[in-house]
């Protein structure tokens, strides 16, 4: 069944998903108090077992902690067992399965994330996801929109440890080992913020994770049907660490071609060259330490 905790924040405030609006502070970028009402965010992820992996164990250890560190997010984390959410005959689990579950289950949120057990986030991603959804508020973008954007690598080793509790992610130098890494290739998209409505989920092919072609295919469509929705490309304020382990970077690509290329089946045609800079808008940092969301020039 899926499991879900509150940022740190709410836990410690005794708040409930619905019940009450989250009245988190705002992240160090910010120089002003946010509006009210403020948004959540949900995100969610799922693991595989990492047993006799103590690389892995950490890395999905590092993640869950830096999530949970996140004001204005509710985290969900679904085990390989839930009978909502299909997976294929290789056990990969079914991506759109987890977001209509994570809608069903907490249904009021803002924005709902999809992103990998691997990757590392800071409060830039709560900036960023904050400034679209104001933005949609006042009619700057639509309010159908997703935001995706590079990842940076860092090799990691097991001395690499985040901490034991959420608190700790805010002592752990975050910039530093950002700095350490190299930005990975602008076709691969590892995290996804979706608007509450951006589409009924039930019509999008049944990808599974893990595999190649979903990520453009996502990327693809919010670019190409831009009179529907707003594609926004977030690696300039977005800091996203990902956490290298043994099969490298490019794991996705990893099995025999049944395998590796599954979500395939499920399209007339690959998407070519669609990356991040396929996106109509970008965020900026601007003067006044708030994220800005602006039309990518041609």
């Avoid at 946010?34 to 990492?50: D, E, K, Q, Y």
């Avoid at 994570?102 to 409060?123: E, G, M, V």
């Avoid at 992610?169 to 910039?175: G, I, M, P, S, V």
Wanted: aromatic share 12%; net charge negative.
């Amino acid at each position: 069944f899926a499991f879900f905790f509150l940022s740190f924040f709410a836990l410690m405030n005794n708040e409930t998903p619905d019940d009450n609006p989250i009245t988190c502070q705002p992240s160090p970028h910010s120089k002003k108090h946010l509006p009210i009402p403020i948004p959540r965010h949900v995100m969610f992820t799922t693991r595989r077992s990492a047993e006799g992996r103590p690389l892995e164990k950490l890395i999905s250890r590092n993640s869950l902690l830096s999530v949970l560190a996140l004001p204005q997010v509710l985290f969900l984390e679904f085990n390989s067992t839930n009978p909502a959410i299909g997976r294929n005959k290789y056990g990969y689990p079914v991506l759109r399965d987890m977001y209509l579950l994570a809608q069903s289950l907490i249904p009021h949120a803002d924005t709902y994330t999809y992103f990998n057990s691997d990757l590392i986030f800071n409060a830039s991603f709560v900036d960023t996801a904050n400034a679209a959804v104001y933005a949609a508020r006042e009619g700057l973008i639509k309010s159908k929109f997703m935001i995706v954007g590079q990842r940076t690598n860092v090799n990691w080793t097991n001395d690499m440890v985040v901490g034991e509790h959420p608190e700790d992610f805010h002592k752990w130098d975050f910039e530093s080992t950002l700095k350490l890494g190299q930005l990975f290739v602008p076709g691969a998209q590892d995290y996804f913020i979706c608007s509450r409505d951006l589409w009924d989920w039930t019509t999008i092919p049944p990808f599974v994770i893990g595999r190649i072609i979903y990520d453009n295919w996502l990327v693809d469509k919010v670019a190409n049907e831009h009179e529907l929705y707003t594609s926004i490309d977030a690696t300039a304020t977005c800091s996203v660490i990902h956490q290298t382990a043994e099969k490298g970077n490019f794991e996705g690509h990893i099995g025999d071609p049944d395998n590796a290329l599954y979500n395939k089946q499920f399209i007339t045609a690959i998407p070519e060259k669609v990356y991040v800079k396929s996106c109509h808008h970008e965020t900026v940092w601007g003067g006044d330490g708030r994220v800005k969301i602006r039309q990518r020039s041609s």
